[in-house]
């Protein structure tokens, strides 16, 4: 377990050759993590996070023309090393900040919170605002006719280009 690493995705050919692998070994990891735990005292700090993740695109045209087009931006790279310098140099102690990660595709980036949440009810409020955070960090830098929504999906994807 651990964070994406930029790389190739194996095509559904490559991949269908690894599930059963993965389903063994990810029961197998699941199973003896469960018994390094199941003993742990309840006491024990409770530690959790969210992730958002933003597709990032691209519109050609003016707002209303019937040739204005949506694209992928393929700039998840470029944007995560940016957005992470920035929060390097914004550094606040007193302020949650926001991590970046790669998500799946170069045009999908992850947007986490710097630090773990933890078990008291202020962390619950906290959520929202570093949320709100991440959203306006990101929409700060891209230009204007690109555009960061929520979704993990883009319908157009596979569409060829049309006259």
């Known amino acids: 377990m651990g964070f994406?690493?930029?790389g190739e995705p194996l095509s559904w050919e490559?991949?269908?050759?690894?599930?059963?692998?993965?389903?063994?070994h990810g029961i197998a990891q699941f199973i003896a993590l469960?018994?390094?735990?199941?003993?742990?005292?309840?006491?024990?700090?409770?530690?959790?996070g969210d992730e958002v993740e933003y597709a990032i695109l691209e519109t050609e045209g003016e707002d209303g023309a019937p040739d204005r087009t949506i694209k992928l931006a393929l700039v998840g790279s470029e944007a995560m090393a940016q957005l992470n310098a920035l929060?390097?140099?914004?550094?606040?102690?007193?302020?949650n900040g926001c991590s970046w990660h790669q998500e799946?595709?170069?045009?999908?980036?992850?947007?986490t919170p710097a630090l773990p949440y933890s078990g008291y009810a202020r962390d619950l409020?906290?959520?929202e605002q570093n949320m709100r955070r991440r959203r306006a960090r990101i929409l700060a830098l891209l230009p204007p006719n690109?555009?960061?929504p929520t979704t993990?999906?883009?319908?157009?994807?596979?569409v060829l280009d049309t006259p």
């Open 146 to 148: 690109r555009l960061a």
């Open 4 to 6: 994406l690493v930029a």
């Open 104 to 111: 799946f595709g170069s045009w999908m980036l992850e947007g």
């Open 14 to 24: 490559e991949s269908k050759a690894k599930l059963e692998y993965v389903r063994i």
């Open 152 to 158: 993990t999906n883009f319908p157009l994807l596979g």
């Open 34 to 48: 469960y018994n390094i735990v199941k003993e742990t005292a309840v006491e024990d700090d409770l530690f959790w």
């Open 87 to 95: 929060e390097t140099s914004m550094h606040n102690p007193s302020q």
């Open 125 to 127: 409020v906290e959520v």
